[in-house]
C-alpha cells in the first residue's frame, strides 16, 4: 500500500475511533446513578428518614421504561419504622412524556399522587399487594423499580393531546382509517394499517 493510502486508512480509523469514543461518552452522561435508591432499612435511625429523587429523563432511560419515555418528576420518600415492619409512604410530584394515542407525538402529563407500601423483614423475597418481604439479613429494597411501577399505574389509560394540540396531519389520517374501519365493521386495533401509520408518522418529523 502506497504512504498515501495507509494515510487515509489511518485517519479513517482515527475518526471511527473518535465517533466511538464519542458515542461511549454520550452513554455514559445519559447514565443515571440508581445506587441511591438502594435503601438499608437495617441500618435506620430513629423511628423515620427521609428521602427526596429527582427524576429526569435519564432516570426512565436507564431504568427501561417503556411507557413512559422521559420527563421531570420529584419523589419524596419517608420511611416509618413499625413494631414488626417499615411504612414508606411515597409523594410524587411533576410531568412525564407519552406518545399521543392519535398522532403519535409526545405529549406531556402532569403526575401527581401518594402511595404506600409496607416492608417486612424475612427469609427471602416475597411481593405480595401492597407488601414487600425482602432478606432481613441483607434489609436493602431498592426502590428505584418500585418508583417506575408507581408511576406507570398513575398514567390514565388513554394519552391524547389536549383539543388542538394533535399533529394535523396525522390526526387526519387517523380519523380517515377510524372511519375506514367502522365502515367494514371492524375494530380500529386489529387493523394492520397501524404499521403504515407508524412509516408516515416518522417522515413529518423534523
Known amino acids: 500500500m502506497q504512504p498515501e493510502g495507509r494515510a487515509k486508512v489511518g485517519l479513517a480509523l482515527h475518526v471511527e475511533h ?6 461511549f461518552l454520550s452513554i455514559l452522561r445519559r447514565m443515571y446513578d440508581l445506587e441511591p ?3 438499608n432499612l437495617n441500618g435506620l435511625q430513629g423511628q423515620q428518614m427521609s428521602f427526596t429523587f429527582k427524576l429526569d429523563d435519564a432516570y426512565f432511560e436507564t431504568i427501561g421504561s417503556l411507557e413512559i419515555l422521559g420527563g421531570k418528576i420529584l419523589v419524596e420518600l419517608l420511611v416509618h419504622k413499625r413494631e414488626d415492619s417499615f411504612e414508606l409512604c411515597f409523594h410524587f410530584d411533576g410531568w412525564v412524556i407519552l406518545i399521543c394515542d392519535i398522532c403519535l407525538d409526545r405529549l406531556e402529563m402532569p403526575l401527581e399522587g401518594d402511595y404506600k407500601v409496607k416492608v417486612i423483614l424475612g427469609d427471602e423475597y416475597l411481593d405480595e399487594d401492597d407488601t414487600i418481604t425482602i432478606d432481613k439479613n441483607d434489609g436493602v ?3 428505584s423499580w418500585l418508583i417506575c411501577e ?3 399505574l398513575n398514567v390514565p389509560i388513554k394519552h391524547v393531546h389536549e383539543k ?3 399533529n394535523k396531519k396525522m390526526e387526519e389520517i387517523y380519523h380517515k382509517l377510524k372511519v375506514d374501519e367502522q365502515d367494514k365493521g371492524k375494530t380500529l386495533g386489529e ?3 397501524w404499521k403504515e401509520l407508524e412509516k408516515i408518522k416518522n417522515t413529518f418529523k423534523d
Open 18 to 23: 473518535q465517533d466511538t469514543r464519542l458515542l
Open 141 to 143: 429494597i431498592d426502590v
Open 37 to 39: 435508591f438502594k435503601i
Open 150 to 152: 408507581m408511576l406507570n
Open 164 to 166: 388542538g394540540m394533535c
Open 191 to 193: 387493523n394492520p394499517a
